[in-house]
């Protein structure tokens, strides 16, 4: 099994204590993954209450940042506008029941997609690659997507990458224990560093020691043939992630 690591919630003013220990992790295993930047952030949840000094001061070159590390291989994708959740809605991928995209008008959807990119862009950061706030969107993100630019998503389940709606997919673990115990395919773990404790840092580094598992790039992964999934799979997947959705529901009733 082939697998890559994604980022989420990269934002100038995130705990990046936090988040420089994991890239150690990643320099350590030469792992060069997926980071997701919020063009606009306006969600206090991604914000460090009380930033060092250092942290303060990375915040202010946290663009150059961003550039100096897709110098070294990292891949930048867009991850939503300014992450604020107004829907209660899962969308077409509905792992959570709310999204700042999915239920939201085309129209408005659009232009949050342009004004996220045009934010990155005169940042001097380009890409086609879309991460959704709560892996939510619907079928109005995907047209608004088409519409602003962006070729890909990383998101959905699948042993491989997958093409559907003139969009390319990437697809993330359903289950890590399940997806390490695959012989053949391809497959996204999700981390976000804002929350990684050192306790969690040390099951990583388990991780990226197992047997049988080979850690590629992000790159590697987008230059991967995409197979054609057709509307049975998109079932399948919708049910998937529902039934994920549900069944961690169950266990914060019954935990």
């Keep these: 099994m082939k697998i890559t690591v994604r980022l989420d919630d990269i934002t100038p003013d995130m705990d990046w204590e936090r988040f420089l220990k994991f890239k150690a992790l990643l320099d350590r295993y030469q792992v060069k993954p997926l980071i997701g930047v919020v063009p606009d952030n306006r969600d206090e949840n991604l914000v460090k209450k009380e930033p060092s000094a250092e942290e ?6 946290f663009w150059d940042y961003v550039k100096a590390l897709q110098k070294e291989g990292w891949t930048v994708a867009m991850h939503g506008f300014r ?3 107004t829907t209660k809605k899962g969308g077409c991928f509905p792992l959570n029941n709310f999204s700042e995209f999915a239920g939201i008008p085309l129209a408005e959807q659009q232009e949050m997609l342009r004004s996220g990119k045009k934010i990155l862009s005169e940042k001097g950061i380009e890409t086609a690659l879309f991460m959704a706030p709560a892996h939510s969107y619907d079928k ?6 088409r519409a602003a630019g962006f070729q890909a998503l990383t998101d959905g389940f699948g042993d491989n990458p997958y093409r559907y709606a003139g969009l390319d997919f990437y697809p993330i673990s359903f289950r890590l224990g399940g997806t390490f115990k695959k012989k053949t ?7 976000h ?4 404790s050192d306790e969690d840092l040390r099951r990583y ?4 020691q197992r047997e049988g598992v080979t850690w590629i790039s992000f790159e590697e992964y987008l230059r991967q043939p995409k197979e054609n999934r057709g509307l049975f799979g998109r079932w399948k997947e919708y049910w998937m992630a529902k039934g994920k959705y549900l069944a961690g529901r169950v266990r914060q009733h019954t935990g």
């Design 56 to 61: 303060k001061k990375l915040a202010e070159g």
């Design 185 to 191: 395919g391809y497959s996204t773990m999700v981390v």
């Design 205 to 208: 580094e388990g991780y990226f």
């Design 140 to 145: 109005n993100t995907w047209k608004a997507l």
């Design 193 to 196: 560093t804002n929350t990684v």
């Design 83 to 85: 992450h604020i959740y």
